[in-house]
């Protein structure tokens, strides 16, 4: 199984570039932010907790992002691999991503961590909030709350796969195919 953890601030090119991974090596996408964005849509209990959060640009609790990975795990039975983006973003959920797997019999292959300017990421995410109904991107002051939240919080999660020597840098500067050829180069050699 692969099982790549794409990681990298808000903005770096996470669910552009696990769509066109998904595709090329038929893996299961598991992002937490579609899955939190579809019950805000749908109104769910959940939905309504995790509006507050996002719109603010803080982190979702621990334990609710936990509880939706597990049980996208007992649903995608079966498949080739998971592309985890977004997720886990603090070291609790990945020590709990870790049990999970575990108890499958199965583990994360590699972290991929798309390496971005903070003022590209800016100006990527402004431009989405003027093509897309995302709130949390139509708000500069909320982008860079996502950032500083990114830097104190999710950056550390990188150590955690360091020494499990999983972890590799991708440069995440320049147009959308370059930076699928490194990613794609860097599974290949590893
Ligand atoms: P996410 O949905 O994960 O959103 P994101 O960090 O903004 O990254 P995304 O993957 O969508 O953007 P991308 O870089 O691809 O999280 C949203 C919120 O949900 C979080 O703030 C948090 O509140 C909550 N949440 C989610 N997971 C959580 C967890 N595990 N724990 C707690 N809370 C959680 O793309 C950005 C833009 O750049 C796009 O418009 C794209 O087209 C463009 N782009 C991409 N690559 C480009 C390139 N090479 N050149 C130019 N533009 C590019």
Do not use: W
């Not at 603090?90 to 575990?102: F, P, R, S």
């Not at 550390?156 to 972890?167: H, S, T």
């Amino acid at each position: 199984m692969l099982n790549i953890v794409l990681f990298g601030p808000p903005g770096a090119g996470k669910g552009t570039q696990s769509e066109k991974l998904i595709e090329k090596y038929n893996l299961q996408h598991l992002s937490t932010g579609d899955i939190l964005r579809k019950a805000i849509q749908n109104q769910t209990p959940l939905g309504l907790e995790a509006k507050q959060f996002i719109d603010k640009g803080e982190l979702v609790p621990d334990e609710t992002v936990i509880g939706l990975i597990a049980k996208e795990l007992d649903i995608h039975k079966n498949v080739k691999g998971f592309i985890f983006d977004g997720f886990p973003r603090t070291t609790v959920q990945a020590q709990k991503l870790d049990e999970m797997l575990n108890s499958k019999g199965i583990s994360i292959t590699l972290m991929m961590a798309l390496e971005v300017d903070h003022k590209e990421l800016v100006k990527r995410l402004l431009n989405r909030g003027l093509l897309s109904a995302r709130t949390d991107d139509q708000n500069e002051t909320v982008i860079e709350n996502r950032i500083k939240v990114y830097n104190e919080y999710t950056q550390i999660v990188a150590e955690y796969y360091k020494a499990q020597n999983k972890f590799k840098t991708i440069d995440g500067m320049g147009s959308i195919d370059e930076i699928f050829e490194r990613l794609c180069k860097t599974i290949k050699e590893f």
